[in-house]
């Protein structure tokens, strides 16, 4: 195999690192061409001086004047900002594959762009396909580019389903960790601070899918995100509770077989199978010692102490905008609950009642998805002014 070409997007995140981690393990197999962050100068100064990529591109002008000023002096790489230098990130330096992992709404349009190139996406950004999966995955089809999963349970899936024909399959069973609270009775819930929503159990993960995580949210979008990838109705996917976080998900076939993929919660396996698809990378993981584990349990989701779940369930059955409006207003709540504006339980209230607000639309453009996008956010922030939470 030759070298190939990546844009990270996202690359100072957590996918980011975990990346640029598997890529220092087969340096001959990867030549990264892009990266792309917000505001993490910093680190992307430094992560350039290492993987000394052609171009890099950051938020604004004033975060590409700081980084400008601190690269290495033989370091050549050209410097972008903004939605037009993230676009010549993802699908205007020759990258033959972009790992798309912008946290929320951001990753949209670079994604989008360098599907309709027919460039093949690695994708961690699951805001993508909820808020615009018919879009996107019409993009990919048209042009011929892959989108090969990142998210975990989407990784098990997409490598559970190969080499059978989509026909033999019956259901998609997604595994869930339940996150920290799984068995906190409801009056427990509404005292869940930040700091204790971000010690997530098994995976170490950035804030916002933390705080999903938490909530079921994260599963839920993850619902909306396999019905994209693989082509499902809503009936056949079902989540299940699985707090040992080995069996990243599972794929039910007609003739009663359940296959699955198990490994560590370590986000640099899907990353390297997603870079690598075809082939296999190796990686230095701990073993998975499954006598260790002893024991592999699953429970159904409580949708009344989580309804957040059930709320995205709702919302990718009606389809058009609700999920964008569901995402969105999520990606709000979320903010607010970090900066304790808003409590843990009133994340899915504040959810529900930006989507009862809405009125449910086709979207038949990228455009349309991104002006739904911003009404949801104006929507939640209203929301919660109303209800006295947000400062
Ligand atoms: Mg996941």
């Known amino acids: 195999m030759g070298v190939k070409n990546l844009a990270i997007l996202g690359s100072t995140g957590s996918i980011g690192l975990s990346t640029l981690e598997v890529i220092a393990a087969h340096r001959e197999r990867f030549k ?12 992307l100064a430094a992560q350039a001086a290492l993987v000394q990529p052609e171009l890099l591109a950051v938020l604004d002008a004033e975060a590409a ?7 290495p002096a033989g370091l050549k790489a050209k410097v972008v900002h903004g939605p037009q230098g993230y676009l010549e990130a993802a699908a205007g330096c020759g990258a033959d ?22 460039i093949d996406v ?19 089809k048209e042009s011929g580019a892959a989108i090969i999963p990142v998210d975990s349970e989407h990784s098990a899936i ?10 033999a399959v019956k259901r998609i069973w997604l595994t869930a960790s339940g996150g920290p609270f799984r068995d906190h009775a409801p009056a427990q819930l509404a005292q869940v601070t930040p700091e204790m929503a971000l010690d997530h159990p098994n995976w170490s993960m950035g804030p916002k ?21 693989f082509g499902r109705g809503y009936d056949e996917i079902t989540v299940v509770v699985h707090p040992q976080s080995v069996v990243h998900s599972l794929v039910e076939y007609v003739d009663g077989s359940f296959i699955a993929q198990l490994g560590q919660p370590d986000m640099k396996t899907p990353i390297a199978f997603a870079l690598s698809y075809p082939q296999r990378l190796a990686l230095d993981l701990p073993q998975l010692d499954l006598a260790q584990v002893a024991s592999l349990t699953f429970t159904a989701p409580d949708l009344e102490r989580f309804p957040a779940l ?8 009606a389809g058009g905008s609700a999920p964008a409006v569901l995402n969105a207003a999520n ?9 304790g504006k808003l409590g843990f339980t009133r994340i899915a209230a504040c959810v529900q009642g930006v989507l009862e607000a809405h009125q449910t639309r086709p979207l038949n453009s990228v455009a349309a998805v991104l002006e739904t996008d911003r009404e949801a956010r104006a929507l939640a922030r209203a929301w919660a002014e109303k209800q006295g939470e947000a400062a």
């Open 310 to 317: 059930g709320l995205a369930l709702a919302a990718g059955r």
């Open 331 to 339: 990606e709000v709540a979320v903010g607010l609950f970090l900066h």
């Open 122 to 140: 690695a994708l961690a950004n699951k805001e993508t396909l909820v808020a615009a999966g018919e879009l996107v995955m019409a993009a990919a």
């Open 65 to 71: 004047d700081k980084l400008k000023s601190l690269l």
């Open 209 to 229: 899918i933390t705080i999903d995580s938490a909530t079921l949210m994260n599963k839920g979008l993850e619902v909306i995100e396999a019905h994209w990838l």
């Open 158 to 167: 997409f490598q559970s389903l190969m080499g059978n024909p989509p026909e």
């Open 32 to 43: 990264v061409k892009s990266l792309a962050a917000a505001r993490s100068v910093e680190a």
């Open 97 to 118: 594959m972009v790992v798309s992992a912008m946290v929320g709404a951001a990753g949209l349009l670079p994604t989008y762009a360098a599907l309709k190139a027919g």
